[in-house]
């Protein structure tokens, strides 16, 4: 390599860690791959109507660990896609009974992925991608209107 090229290389690496780290909300597992310099997204889950739900969601990277989330409650993490836009987020849905936590009925959805982060989530900075878990599957939509305004299901229990 030339000293050019050389020079191009630590300019571009050195803006790309100062991106990365100059930005609080990268996910933790995300932030040491400074490859993650694409689009922020933030995915929000809403527990719209089952009594007692637990989440478990993850990328190939990041485990977010188990969310209880009760009637009405709602979390959400920000993320950047990676270089290839390749990231995908998988959750685990239960819903369970409270106390014993009995599984009632589990499933398993892709809650963010190429398609999803194009097509359904908003494209602002960050891109928002809201899902609204209910008794009859998995909506999601751009601008969490009222439902079922704007709301597209995608997945079943
Ligand atoms: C980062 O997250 C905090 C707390 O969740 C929030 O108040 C803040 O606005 C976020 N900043 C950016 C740049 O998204
Ligand atoms: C979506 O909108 C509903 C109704 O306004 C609100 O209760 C809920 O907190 C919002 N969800 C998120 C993730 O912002």
């Not at 932030?31 to 007692?52: C, G």
């Not at 014993?100 to 602002?124: G, M, N």
């Not at 008794?135 to 709301?151: E, L």
């Amino acid at each position: 390599m030339s000293f050019t090229s050389r020079l191009l290389c630590v300019i571009i690496v050195l803006n790309v860690l100062f991106l990365t780290w100059s930005d609080p909300n990268i996910s933790k597992a995300d932030s040491h791959k400074f490859l993650y310099i694409m689009d922020p997204y933030v995915v929000h889950i809403t527990n719209a109507e089952i009594d007692n739900l637990m989440v478990h969601c993850k990328s190939n990277d990041d485990d977010l660990g188990d969310k209880n989330l009760i009637l009405d409650e709602s979390f959400e993490w920000h993320f950047r896609q990676n270089f290839l836009f390749t990231t995908e987020f998988f959750c685990t849905f239960r819903s369970v009974t409270p106390y014993i936590d009995r599984v009632i009925k589990s499933t398993f959805v892709t809650v963010f992925d190429t398609y999803i982060s194009a097509i359904l989530c908003s494209q602002e900075d960050p891109g928002n991608c809201y899902w609204s878990v209910r008794d009859d599957g998995f909506y999601v939509s751009k601008d969490n209107k009222t439902f079922p305004d704007g709301w597209i299901q995608r997945g079943k229990w």
